[in-house]
Nanobody
Framework: QVQLVESGGGLVQAGGSLRLSCVVS???????MGWFRQAPAKEREFVAF???????????DYADSVKGRFTISRDNAQNTVYLTMSSLKTEDTAVYYC?????????????????WGPGTQVTVSS
C-alpha cells in the first residue's frame, strides 16, 4: 500500500513563496509523481510532473499557468517530492495534491494516478 502525505501549505501574500512537500511510503517509494490542485468550484487540474529518474527524457513538466514560477524536485533518499512555488498569485489559491503515476503515463490526466495524498491548502491573499 502506497501512502502520500502533503505538507507546507498555508497563507501567503501575493508575490510570496511556499514550498510544498510530499512524503511517499510504500513498497518502492520511488515513483513518477505529479502535483495537481483544486480551487473551490473548479475541477482538479495538473500542475507539475517529475519522473522517477532525472535521466528520463521528460524528467519534469509544468502547466503553462505555473511555468517559470513553480519548480518540482525530488529527494529519493528522503522519499520526498517538493513543489517550490514563487511569485504566487491569488489564482494559485487551491488545495494541492500529490499523486503517484508512471513514467509512461499521460501524466496530465487525473486518471493516470493510482494513489493520492489528502491535500494541503494554499491560500494567496492580495
Amino acid at each position: 500500500q502506497v501512502q502520500l502525505v502533503e505538507s507546507g501549505g498555508g497563507l501567503v501574500q501575493a508575490g510570496g513563496s511556499l514550498r510544498l512537500s510530499c512524503v511517499v511510503s510504500g513498497p518502492s517509494s520511488i515513483y513518477a509523481m505529479g502535483w495537481f490542485r483544486q480551487a473551490p468550484a473548479k475541477e482538479r487540474e495538473f500542475v507539475a510532473f517529475i519522473s522517477r529518474s532525472a535521466r528520463s527524457a521528460r524528467s519534469t513538466d509544468y502547466a503553462d499557468s505555473v511555468k517559470g514560477r513553480f519548480t518540482i524536485s525530488r529527494d529519493n533518499a528522503q522519499n520526498t517530492v517538493y513543489l517550490t512555488m514563487s511569485s504566487l498569485k491569488t489564482e494559485d489559491t487551491a488545495v494541492y495534491y500529490c499523486g503517484v503515476t508512471s513514467d509512461y503515463s499521460d501524466y496530465r490526466m487525473q486518471y493516470e494516478y493510482t494513489y493520492w495524498g489528502p491535500g494541503t491548502q494554499v491560500t494567496v491573499s492580495s
